[in-house]
C-alpha cells in the first residue's frame, strides 16, 4: 500500500516537461523544413534564370555568326533572326535574335612586306603584273598592297520565348580583309 501511494504522489507532481521540450522540437523541425522549402525553390529560380540567359547568349552568338557569314562588309545592315535553341521546332525554343548593323572600327593598309607570295589568299594583295615594280617594297605609295585589314564589332541581343526583357548585348569583334579605298 506504501508503495502505490508513493507511484500516485509521483504522477501527481510532473509538470509535462517532457510534452513541452517535444513541442519545442516539433516547432524547431517544422521551421527549418520551411526554411529549407524556401532555400530550394530560390536556388531552382535562380538556376532557371541562369540557363535562360545561358541559352540567350547561345542565341545572340548564333545570329552573329549567321551575320558575321555573309558578305556584310559591303552594306551593314540589322536584322533579326528567330534561333530555336535545342532544334526542337517548338515555339517555346525559339529565341528571338536582334543583330545590330555591324560597326567597322578601323581599318589599316596591309604591307607588301606583310605579305607572302605563296598564300593564295595573299595573291589578289599584290600590286598587279602590269607594275614593273611588283612586290618590291617601295613601290608603291608607303609600300601598301591592294589590300586593307578592317575591324568590325557586331553586337546582338536575344529575347527569350517567354517574353521578359532581352539580355545584354553580345559583343564579337571581327577582322576582315578588304580591298583598299573600302569604306569603314
Known amino acids: 500500500m506504501n508503495r502505490s501511494k508513493n507511484a500516485f504522489a509521483r504522477a501527481r507532481v510532473q509538470t509535462g516537461a517532457t510534452l513541452l521540450v517535444s513541442m519545442i522540437f516539433l516547432v524547431v523541425l517544422t521551421l527549418m523544413v520551411v526554411s529549407a522549402v524556401k532555400v530550394t525553390n530560390v536556388n531552382t529560380k535562380v538556376v532557371g534564370n ?3 540567359e545561358s541559352e540567350a547568349n547561345a542565341a545572340a552568338m548564333q545570329a552573329i555568326e549567321a551575320t558575321i557569314s555573309t ?4 552594306m551593314p545592315v540589322a536584322s533579326t533572326t528567330t534561333v530555336d535553341i535545342n532544334n526542337s521546332g517548338q515555339t517555346g525554343s525559339a529565341y528571338t535574335a536582334a ?3 555591324p560597326v567597322c572600327t578601323g581599318i589599316k593598309p596591309i604591307k607588301l612586306s606583310e605579305l607572302d607570295a605563296t598564300l593564295t589568299s595573299d595573291q589578289p594583295c599584290y600590286v598587279s603584273g602590269a607594275s ?15 589590300c586593307s585589314n578592317s575591324n568590325w564589332d557586331v553586337s ?8 521578359g526583357a532581352p539580355n545584354a548585348p ?6 576582315v580583309r578588304v580591298a583598299v579605298g573600302a569604306a569603314c
Open 71 to 74: 558578305d556584310f562588309t559591303s
Open 50 to 52: 541562369m540557363q535562360t
Open 156 to 163: 546582338a541581343s536575344a529575347t527569350p520565348p517567354a517574353g
Open 170 to 175: 553580345t559583343h564579337q569583334g571581327i577582322a
Open 99 to 101: 543583330v545590330a548593323a
Open 132 to 146: 614593273q615594280n611588283t612586290g618590291i617594297a617601295g613601290s608603291s605609295a608607303g609600300g601598301n598592297s591592294l
